[in-house]
């Protein structure tokens, strides 16, 4: 069974940069769309960028706005989001998750999840 753990969250100033990473274990990750996701004190669940199982293809919302970047390591077996330009709102617990499959939209029912990992944006 596939698990999925997030690293790389942490406190940083308004501008400043922060790269997540999801490592796979227990199956490899390449024949998995990979979702990153946040959620806010107070807010529902937002998915932030998306990765087609090949790499090739991402998705983001107008929200991240060309500040984050997906991309994946097979040979790791690691999926990273660079983000960039980072601001207040940010500020959310940061998720990776798995879809078997090419593509993960934003209405995905993922199959795996992290627990997740915290990043804190203020000045």
């Known amino acids: 069974q596939l698990q999925l753990v997030e690293s790389g969250g942490g406190s940083v100033q308004p501008g400043e940069t922060l790269k997540l990473s999801c490592l796979g274990s227990?199956?490899?990750?390449?024949?998995?769309?990979i979702g990153w996701y946040r959620q806010a004190a107070g807010k529902e669940r937002e998915q932030v960028a998306c990765i087609s199982d090949t790499g090739f293809i991402t998705d983001y919302p107008d929200s991240v706005g060309g500040r984050f970047t997906v991309f994946r390591d097979h040979a790791k077996n690691v999926a990273y989001l660079h983000m960039v330009r980072l601001k207040p709102e940010d500020t959310a617990s940061y998720y990776c998750a798995a879809v078997k499959g090419t593509w993960c939209g934003p209405h995905a029912t993922m199959d795996y999840w992290g627990k997740g990992t915290p990043v804190t944006v203020s000045s």
């Open positions: 227990g199956e490899r990750l390449r024949s998995y769309a």
